[in-house]
């Protein structure tokens, strides 16, 4: 794809740009800065971009279009999303909600499900022929710091230094980089959740039958309730040609304190009965695990110090209620290299010299969103009947509304009230209902 070996010695030691790390972060700030001229670097741990990397996964055309435009006519993609679903899970049966439109079906499309494997690399190669030097198999151990001011970085090669005015930190969840650098204190598992994901192959035929879409189309599925087992977090199953993406995530300091382990929880997902017909003969291609900084407004670090920026997940700009993490990558990707592009122009790639960034990340639909969900979690964490209880309750009501016998229909009303007021009184019920509305509002 381009990329040279580490011992090329043609390389120069000294970069405007050093990016660590190809995921959507990095890439999107290493063509933007390569577009304006700039000697970019971009290291990748990886056998090549992607290989490591593991997502739902639904990339959206907006923010990628930004970067490659028209990108959807030559991206590996897999399906255009026509549908998103959402199921409320009980043990044994579903309150499913949901919404199509013929407009997701018309071009511009606005998400489709991918492969990180494919996508990544496909992207990175995009970023090379801007001129950006990909290194693969690298991994970058340290941050140099001089006089207060990153300078570069380290490598697990041998005299593998480089350096460069600015070092753009796209590690992933539980950067290194930042971490290095002492910009995150301590990533608490209250903070990240893990999420497995398994793809698992169908065929096309199955697929387009059994979740009732067209050749090209797809749908996506989040599943709550009993699908995380009483934990905070969602299932979900996305569609590809070939094969569904099934995968759960939970926060990891309640599946230590609940004694869950990640094959248990994606086990108990796919043998859920609402769930297993849809399986039903396919088999599984690739199993995953990766973690997601779900920690959300509260627990962004400090993302800009003097000669380095933090970008995506390593910056923990991930929207967990509305399953966005890549858009918010490329985009915070795109706008840290704007203000790079800007800093070199002025020659001060100090916190000031780059405060462009912070300032396009405030004005934006990232800072606006995660501030918007700033006391989701800690909520949902206090009222963890929005998990157990309250699907369950749905579910109860919708059974006893659904099931056609000889009680008349306001009767059937006042005993589902009843039921559910024997679980949990009413004025409790309201002010959950009420405190839960004022948080994601
Ligand atoms: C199971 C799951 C499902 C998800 N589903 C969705 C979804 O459907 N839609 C969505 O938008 N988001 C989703 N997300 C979130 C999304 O994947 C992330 O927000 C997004 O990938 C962040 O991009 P990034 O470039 O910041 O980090 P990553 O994608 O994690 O990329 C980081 C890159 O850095 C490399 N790297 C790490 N450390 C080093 C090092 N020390 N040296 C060199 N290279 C290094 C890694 O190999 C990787 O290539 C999901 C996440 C998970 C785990």
């Known amino acids: 794809m381009g990329d040279k070996p580490y011992s090329d010695k043609s390389y120069s030691d000294k970069y405007d740009v050093i990016v660590v790390g190809a995921g959507p972060a990095g890439t999107a700030a290493a063509i933007t800065c390569a577009k304006a001229g700039l000697n970019v670097i971009m290291i990748e741990r990886g056998e090549h ?90 991994l970058v151990e340290d941050v140099i710091i001089q006089d207060g001011k990153v300078v570069g970085v380290k490598t697990n090669r041998e005299e593998g230094e480089l350096y460069a005015d600015v070092v753009v930190a796209a590690d992933g969840a539980n950067s290194l980089m930042a971490s290095s650098a002492g910009l995150h204190p301590e990533v608490r598992s209250e903070t990240l959740a893990l999420a497995v994901k398994e793809v698992y192959h169908l065929g096309r035929e199955k697929i387009e039958d059994r979740f009732n879409i067209d050749s090209d189309g797809g749908v996506t599925i989040e599943l709550l309730g009993d699908a995380t087992q009483g934990m905070m977090g969602t299932a ?3 569609t590809n040609k070939t094969t569904v993406s099934i995968g759960v995530g939970a ?15 994606i086990e108990s997902v796919k043998t859920h009965p609402i769930v297993r017909p849809l399986l039903e003969g ?24 003097d000669g380095m920026v933090l970008v995506g997940d390593a910056a923990m700009l991930v929207n967990s209620l509305h399953r966005e993490g890549s858009n918010l990558a490329m985009t915070s990707g795109r706008f840290a290299a704007e ?11 100090s916190v000031k010299g780059l405060s462009l960034y ?23 964490e206090d009222h963890m009947q929005f998990f157990t209880l309250y699907p369950q309750l749905a579910n109860d009501a919708a059974l006893e509304f659904f099931t056609v016998d000889d009680v008349p229909k306001r ?28 948080v994601v509002k």
């Open 49 to 138: 971009p992607g290989s490591k990397n593991v997502m739902g996964g639904i990339l959206y055309r907006y923010p990628t279009e930004k970067i490659v435009p028209e990108f959807y006519k030559e991206a590996p993609l897999e399906r255009h999303i026509t549908e998103e679903r959402v199921w409320l899970l009980s043990k044994d049966s579903a309150v499913k909600m949901g919404f199509k439109s013929t407009k997701f079906d018309e071009e511009p499309h606005n998400c489709f499900s991918v492969f990180r494997s494919h996508f990544d690399k496909w992207f990175a190669g995009k970023a090379v022929e801007e001129g950006v030097t990909l290194i693969n198999e690298t």
């Open 236 to 238: 979900f199953i996305y």
């Open 251 to 265: 926060f990891l300091s309640q599946m230590i304190k609940n004694k869950i382990s990640a094959y248990d929880l």
């Open 282 to 305: 396919g088999e599984t291609k690739e199993y995953l695990a990766h973690m997601i900084p779900e920690g959300g407004f509260r627990a962004i670090p400090q993302y800009i110090m």
């Open 339 to 349: 203000a790079i592009i800007q800093a070199k122009e002025n020659d001060d790639f």
């Open 358 to 380: 912070k300032t396009l990340m405030e004005d934006s639909f990232i800072i606006k969103d995660l501030k918007k969900y700033k006391n989701a979690d800690k909520f949902f």
């Open 411 to 438: 009767e059937k009303q006042k005993h589902i009230w009843r039921g559910i007021t024997e679980k949990i009184p009413s004025w409790k019920l309201i002010m959950d209902l009420f405190h839960g509305w004022r």
